[in-house]
């Protein structure tokens, strides 16, 4: 029984290339959230996601940042054209309803 | 918008000795959740407490709800090694959406042995 599942686990980039990182939910679970955590900081919520739809993403980076969870396959949040100031941990969480949502252990992305 | 504090932002302890971080929203929360994120890991879903004045055990762990549904606190006492960690607070976004938790900055525990 797989907890959510996240890869990379660690991602080093430099300036100006794309990032992208993957979350396969929870077995039975249709809801997918990110959160971003900056060093020493509490998770700041990005977005959510079920199949083919987003339904909230209010805590998204105007630009360079997009998010997708499709029909087939892992949701995927992509971050184009990085800056060291996306340099964070990225955390994955699903649910199977709006309840409280079980965290996957996130990729570690560093911009370099 | 809707703020989460807590204090302390750092505590180290004695392996023994009690610990308590308290958790305070700007706004009525409907529910507030608690999580613990070891030094390299993933948050980790305690509890959720709902009803005002709620107190909730977890063994060694107390988590309480503030009467008017703005501050909560959990207290750990006699402390290990292993509780070691991040705590966290959280409460539901904007509307009362659970996905759209806003989190508090936590407190990062530490224990000597």
């Known amino acids: 029984n797989a907890g959510v599942m996240q890869n990379p686990r660690h991602l080093v980039r430099r300036r100006g290339q794309e990032a992208r990182l993957r979350c396969s939910p929870m077995?039975?679970?249709?809801?997918v959230y990110w959160y971003r955590q900056l060093p020493e900081e509490g998770l700041k919520f990005m977005v959510y996601?079920?199949?083919?739809?987003?339904?909230?993403e209010s805590g998204m980076p105007k630009e360079r940042f997009s998010a997708e969870f499709p029909k087939e396959g892992p949701s995927i949040l992509r971050i184009q054209q990085v800056v060291r100031g996306d340099s964070a941990a990225y955390f994955c969480?699903?649910?199977?309803?709006?309840?409280?949502?079980?965290f996957g252990s996130g990729t570690r992305l560093t911009v370099v | 918008g809707q703020q989460v504090m807590q204090i302390p932002q750092y505590q180290h302890v004695q392996e023994g000795e009690d610990f308590t971080t308290y958790c305070n929203s700007s706004t009525t929360l409907s529910n507030i959740q608690w999580y613990k994120q070891r030094p390299g890991g993933h948050p980790v879903f305690l509890i959720q407490l709902v009803k005002s004045g709620e107190v909730k055990k977890q063994k060694r762990l107390t988590f309480q709800f503030g009467e008017a549904k703005k501050n909560s606190s959990l207290h750990i006492t006699a402390t290990q090694t292993t509780d070691v960690g991040t705590y966290f607070c959280a409460g539901p976004g904007s509307g009362g959406s659970n996905y759209k938790l806003t989190f508090g900055k936590g407190t990062l525990l530490t224990v000597n042995p």
């Open positions: 969480a699903s649910s199977p309803s709006t309840g409280s949502p079980t």
């Open positions: 996601l079920q199949k083919e739809n987003i339904i909230d």
């Open positions: 077995k039975g679970h249709s809801h």
